[in-house]
């Protein structure tokens, strides 16, 4: 099976412009899950989708938002960037568990530069 | 969010075996006791997870304590190749997300 797939892997942006991230699930899986990554912060959650609905969000701020598609596939946008959105946003996919397991797999993440 | 605690880093020789502890001070009884790790410059990946009892894979062993308070990943030989960040996360049943630590950076001497 192929992995997740994220596009593109690098972007760069100026101050207030608008960016969309996409990622492709694996195939099956249909529960998508955002993060990003920061050297300060670490890897901190997002959002979660699930059959095109937002289940989870994490703490972010109204500018970050999502949405899914009925092929699971899902996009990430982040309007008015600041200089502190840059980062590396990772995609992960992953069955839903009923064993109380949660194996999420990571595509390679888009790494946004914001000038 | 349970709340774990792990060294900031380890350094392990090849071939040896690496034993990474974690700290599940908060774990709560339907909590799962995730690890990922992840490689240099990639998504962090999983590795093992378990609830009471240990747990072995193609990838590591992980041994949980009776009170739960403390886990352990086991790589029986480590390679190059498991230089890595790794992640002791808890989970409860059913949740969706994970919530990182800062993680141990493990590096493989050759």
């Known amino acids: 099976k192929a992995g997740v797939t994220q596009t593109p892997r690098y972007l760069i942006k100026t101050r207030g412009q608008q960016v969309t991230l996409s990622c492709s699930p694996i195939s099956g899986h249909r529960s998508v899950s955002w993060y990003q990554q920061t050297p300060g912060q670490g890897l901190q959650f997002l959002f979660e989708y699930f059959s095109e609905t937002q289940r989870n969000k994490g703490n972010f701020p109204g500018r970050f938002s999502g949405r899914q598609f009925s092929n699971s596939r899902s996009e990430m946008n982040v309007s008015t960037l600041e200089l502190g959105d840059s980062a590396l946003y990772l995609c992960?996919?992953?069955?839903?568990?009923?064993?109380?397991?949660?194996?999420?797999?990571f595509g390679p993440g888009t790494r946004l530069l914001v000038l | 969010d349970a709340k774990t605690t792990q060294p900031n880093s380890m350094e392990s020789n090849e071939e040896e075996p690496v034993h990474l502890p974690c700290n599940h001070s908060?774990?709560?009884?339907?909590?799962?006791i995730h690890w990922y790790r992840q490689l240099p410059s990639q998504g962090p990946e999983y590795v093992i997870h378990g609830l009471t009892s240990n747990v072995n894979n193609r990838m590591a062993s992980l041994a949980i304590a009776e009170d739960r308070k403390s886990s352990t990943l086991i790589l029986h030989r480590a390679t190059l190749r498991d230089a890595a960040v790794y992640y002791c996360?808890?989970?409860?049943?059913?949740?969706?997300?994970?919530?990182f630590g800062q993680g141990t950076r493990l590096t493989i001497n050759p």
């Open positions: 996360i808890d989970i409860i049943q059913g949740a969706q997300k994970l919530v």
């Open positions: 992960a996919s992953s069955l839903i568990q009923t064993s109380g397991g949660l194996a999420q797999y």
């Open positions: 908060t774990i709560s009884g339907t909590d799962y």
